[in-house]
């Protein structure tokens, strides 16, 4: 079973709709971020979070808000999406120990129309 | 902040061709180095990575990195690619002490059989 998983997989939307993305990991880390992927330019933090109480802005948070439910999911949400937020969501948790390395869910990949 | 360079976003090369991709970051202290794997349609997977100690590092599949402090440079290497190596490859910084990790924008490597 993945350690950390996405939902939905893809989804199509139009300009103006709200959209959640969730993520949730078995993992028992404590970090966690979203990232967005787009040709190109590589990953690109939007939010990251490290315990329920602490949500951090990344550096594309524009658009974009976060809930950190429990320590085991985090969500993301666009209030009003719009065609530029076309791209591939990845989500990631760390641990607070060792060497840094995150690890990675499959990805949502959400088409803006 | 810390910034990953990435060159020639897009290589193609022969399968039993050696492959080096180039990684340099912009960071004067000590760090965490990453390269990240993206098989198509798949999640960022770790290659490899180094933390301290043998600044040349063996991943798996075959993939090895040398960290050079001098050169603030982490280049991937594998000395004959395969078909299946056909991925996107992402080097990634982590200042020690910072939360957060800065990825490359990626290269995008095409083995032809």
């Known amino acids: 079973d993945a350690d950390v998983t996405q939902t939905p997989r893809n989804r199509i939307t139009k300009t103006g709709k709200r959209i959640m993305l969730e993520c949730s990991q078995t993992?028992?880390?404590?970090?966690m971020y979203w990232y967005r992927q787009d040709p190109g330019l590589g990953l690109r933090l939007i939010y990251y979070?490290?315990?329920?109480?602490?949500?951090n802005k990344g550096e594309i948070s524009d658009g974009y808000s976060v809930s950190r439910q429990a320590q085991a999911k985090f969500s993301l949400s666009l209030e009003s999406a719009i065609p530029n937020q076309t791209a591939l969501y990845f989500c990631?948790?760390?641990?607070?120990?060792?060497?840094?390395?995150?690890?990675f869910g499959p990805g949502t990949r959400l088409t803006v129309l | 902040a810390q910034s990953v360079s990435q060159h020639n976003h897009h290589v193609i090369l022969s399968e039993a061709a050696s492959l080096e991709l180039g990684c340099n970051y912009s960071?004067?202290?000590?760090?965490?180095l990453f390269w990240y794997v993206q098989y198509p349609g798949q999640h960022l997977q770790l290659l490899l990575k180094?933390?301290?100690?043998?600044?040349l590092v063996k991943g798996i599949k075959g993939f090895e990195a040398e960290f050079i402090k001098s050169k603030f440079s982490f280049n991937l290497r594998k000395p004959s690619v395969q078909w299946s190596d056909t991925a996107e490859y992402f080097c990634?910084?982590?200042?020690?002490?910072?939360?957060?990790?800065?990825f490359g924008k990626g290269n995008q490597v095409v083995v032809i059989p």
């Open positions: 960071y004067g202290g000590t760090v965490n």
């Open positions: 990631a948790t760390r641990s607070p120990l060792g060497d840094n390395e995150q690890f």
């Open positions: 993992k028992g880390h404590d970090r």
């Open positions: 180094y933390f301290s100690g043998d600044p």
């Open positions: 990634a910084v982590n200042a020690r002490g910072n939360n957060r990790l800065a």
């Open positions: 979070s490290f315990d329920v109480k602490d949500i």
